[in-house]
């Protein structure tokens, strides 16, 4: 198994920037594919940037495009979502997620999930 820990969230002025990180231990990290997905109340979660296994190519929603960016470290077991110039709409419980080998990143595809890390940003 492979357990996933989500950090770096918190209380930001719009137009500010947050980097979360999201720790795994408990398989090769390289091996993973890679995503950050999103949950703001009431609402369903979705998708916002991943990172594939191989190539590290990246993807993002078109919501985030500019203003986030994703990247990993595998040699130390994480991956990071960069995000400036936030937005209120940003407001969300962060997640990520990954999978063992490739991707095509449907939420519901995911086999591990880390437990959220909140991110409020404030008009």
């Known amino acids: 198994q492979v357990q996933l820990v989500e950090s770096g969230g918190g209380l930001v002025q719009a137009g500010g920037s947050l980097r979360l990180s999201c720790a795994a231990s408990g398989r090769t990290f390289s091996s993973l594919s890679v995503g950050w997905f999103r949950q703001a109340p009431g609402s369903e979660r979705e998708f916002v940037a991943t990172?594939?296994?191989?190539?590290?190519?990246?993807n993002y929603a078109e919501s985030v495009k500019g203003r986030f960016t994703i990247s990993r470290d595998n040699a130390k077991n994480a991956v990071y979502l960069q995000m400036n110039s936030l937005k209120p709409e940003d407001t969300a419980n962060y997640y990520c997620?990954?999978?063992?080998?490739?991707?095509?990143?449907?939420?519901?595809?995911?086999?591990?999930w880390g437990q959220g890390t909140q991110v409020t940003v404030s008009s």
């Open positions: 990172i594939t296994r191989l190539t590290g190519s990246r």
């Open positions: 997620a990954a999978r063992t080998g490739s991707w095509g990143f449907p939420p519901q595809e995911a086999h591990y």
